[in-house]
């Protein structure tokens, strides 16, 4: 089983920059992808960004790319989501998310992902 914790989110002005954590702890030593996804109120959890395993590979949502960048230390246990260029419509509750896997796959479909964390709200204002 697997237990994510996200920390880092946070008021800040259109564009600033933060960084989102999320701490993995696990009882059994599988491979799994990460993802991050946010949410507002009234619409469906949107991907934003993912990464394999082994951290070779990544992925982002278009409206990310250039602006968010999605990490990971195996040893440390940890991810990471840095976000730059922050703007009013980023604003959401940001989830990460861990899928078991045996492969270099990953998803940008949250409907796939077995552990999720419990969010972290971050808000920019204009």
């Known amino acids: 089983q697997v237990q994510l914790v996200e920390s880092g989110g946070g008021l800040v002005q259109a564009g600033g920059s933060l960084r989102l954590s999320c701490a993995v702890s696990?009882?059994?030593?599988?491979?799994?992808?990460m993802g991050w996804f946010r949410q507002t109120p009234g619409k469906e959890r949107e991907f934003v960004a993912s990464?394999?395993?082994?951290?070779?590979?990544?992925n982002y949502a278009d409206s990310m790319k250039g602006r968010f960048t999605i990490s990971r230390d195996n040893v440390k246990d940890t991810g990471w989501l840095q976000m730059n260029s922050l703007k009013p419509e980023d604003s959401a509750v940001y989830y990460c998310?861990?899928?078991?896997?045996?492969?270099?796959?990953?998803?940008?479909?949250?409907?796939?992902?077995?552990?999720w964390g419990q969010g972290t709200q971050v808000t920019v204002s204009s």
């Open positions: 998310a861990a899928l078991d896997t045996y492969s270099d796959y990953m998803s940008d479909n949250y409907k796939e992902y077995n552990y």
């Open positions: 696990r009882r059994t030593f599988s491979k799994y992808a």
């Open positions: 990464i394999t395993w082994n951290g070779g590979s990544t």
